[in-house]
């Protein structure tokens, strides 16, 4: 799917000692195609050391903003981030994809009284704060709790940023501090567990009727959050969630994945065809093909990759992006399946 633009660097920022946000100038006639909603993510493309390398990135600023910012931190052997933060200068250009995700602010911040509460931890925070800016900013009623967990203050990614909105609408935005490796005035030491959660939503916050839940950062911590709000009667629908780490153990398949597969593959209105083996990933074996299939992460965790199984059938090794629903509908990770029949059709247009 050839729909990357070239688009510039226009400021970059060094929010901390290791992450920066990088600010993109969009010329007019990409306005639209840059059209974004808070929760949403860009995925950036660019060649390191002759290899073509893609990432998924949150977008940090808000719709109203006319501004497209992505927050990058460095992490430990990451390729592109590490790039990102010691070689990339205002005036670069990179190959953007249009905003895409499925973590999306409730549009009914505007026109109704709404509570939110969100867990974030690290880096999760990017796509968290363009949701508490939007609100704030686009609503004089709804309001919205953060629970947000670091280490230490000084990696905590807009920090600043944060406490400045708290001051500016003291009464409608709160924010529970939680360092796991700093004892601090006014924040909680340790991580966001069990008992993190019940003091936000049982005793500090008891008397919020929050409408949306949205929780991002590492998958342990979402399961662990998501699980206690279960237990605590939340609506699960009313529960959201982004990974921004995944589990890297894979799901037991039962089925015996040592055959071959016809696939045909469906993509930008394009058709190819190939045989395949089944114990590798559709994905993998598209890209192979030197298909340009959509993709990012590769690792389950963004929803780039999304296509839908119009016959034949498939089985993902792990998914924590859709819906029982959707995967009874046909759609699948293509990062994270197998084909399992003799042929299989796998469009991608049609999701």
């Keep these: 799917m050839s ?66 910012r992505v927050a990058i931190k460095e992490v430990e052997n990451g390729t592109f981030s590490t790039y990102a933060n010691n070689e990339l200068k205002e005036g670069d250009v990179l190959d953007v994809a249009p905003p895409e995700g499925r973590f999306l602010l409730d549009s ?16 999760g925070i990017t796509p968290i704060i363009s949701m508490i800016k939007t609100t704030l900013e686009d609503s004089t009623e709804s309001s919205f709790v953060l629970v947000y967990g670091n280490k230490r203050p000084e990696e905590a990614i807009f920090r600043d940023e944060l406490l400045a909105l708290r001051d500016q609408y003291k009464d409608r935005f709160s924010i529970e501090f939680i360092y796991s490796q700093s004892r601090e005035d006014g924040a909680h030491f340790g991580r966001i567990m069990k008992s993190t959660v019940n003091f936000v939503v049982k005793n500090k916050y008891a008397s919020h009727n929050f409408d949306a839940f949205y929780l991002c950062g590492p998958e342990p911590m979402i399961k662990e959050v998501s699980n206690v709000l279960k237990t605590n009667g939340t609506d699960p629908s009313k529960i959201h969630f982004e990974l ?27 058709e190819f065809e190939f045989t395949m083996s089944q114990d590798t990933l559709i994905l993998d074996a598209t890209l192979d093909q030197d298909i340009d299939a959509p993709h990012s992460c590769q690792g389950g965790v963004c929803s780039s990759c999304i296509a839908r199984v119009t016959e034949g059938t498939a089985v993902m090794e792990k998914n924590q992006i859709l819906t029982d629903s959707e995967v009874a509908e046909g759609l699948i990770l293509t990062c994270q399946a197998h084909p399992t029949s003799a042929k299989i059709v796998v469009d991608y247009d049609d999701v």
């Design 3 to 68: 729909n990357f633009h070239k688009l510039t660097i226009q400021s970059i920022i060094r929010e901390t000692a290791q992450a920066i946000s990088v600010g993109f100038s969009i010329p007019t006639d990409l306005q639209d195609t840059f059209h974004y909603q808070a929760g949403q993510y860009i995925t950036l493309k660019t060649d390191i050391n002759g290899q073509e390398v893609r990432r998924a990135y949150s977008i940090c600023s808000t719709p109203q903003s006319g501004e497209l």
């Design 244 to 270: 921004f780490t995944a589990s890297t153990e894979a799901s037991v398949i039962e089925e015996a994945l040592d055959g071959q597969s016809k696939i045909k593959v469906i993509v930008d209105d394009e």
């Design 108 to 123: 009914a911040f505007a026109k109704a009284k709404k509570a939110y509460l969100a867990f974030a931890a690290g880096s």
